[in-house]
């Protein structure tokens, strides 16, 4: 199993930053990918950023050129660096991995709101 804690969200007005942590423990050497999910009310649960085990990622056209995920595996970290923020980015955001098996873990989500 794994294990993901989620923090760094919070309140920030729009054009702002935030970034949001991700730490893994547990079996960490079978996780192939590690991503950023986010949910707004109403709507599906959407990707918005991945990163594989080799370094590839992946973003939704939508935070493209404004979200920048990156990892630190000696803490065992996915961090999701968010800027230009706009009030469409409102969502609970939610850190997932993917094992080399195909188990598939998620953390307990956080919340980031962007308003004025």
């Known amino acids: 199993q794994v294990q993901l804690v989620e923090s760094g969200g919070g309140l920030v007005q729009p054009g702002g930053s935030l970034r949001l942590s991700c730490a893994a423990s547990g079996n960490i050497f079978s996780i192939y990918r590690m991503g950023w999910y986010r949910q707004a009310p109403g709507k599906a649960r959407e990707l918005v950023a991945a990163?594989?085990?080799?370094?590839?990622?992946d973003y939704a056209d939508s935070v493209k050129g404004r979200f920048t995920i990156s990892r630190d595996n000696a803490k065992n970290t996915v961090y999701l660096q968010m800027n230009s923020l706009k009030p469409e980015d409102t969502a609970v955001y939610y850190c997932d991995s993917v094992l080399v098996q195909g188990n598939r873990y998620w953390g307990q989500g956080t919340q980031v709101t962007v308003s004025s």
């Open positions: 990163i594989t085990s080799a370094g590839n990622t």
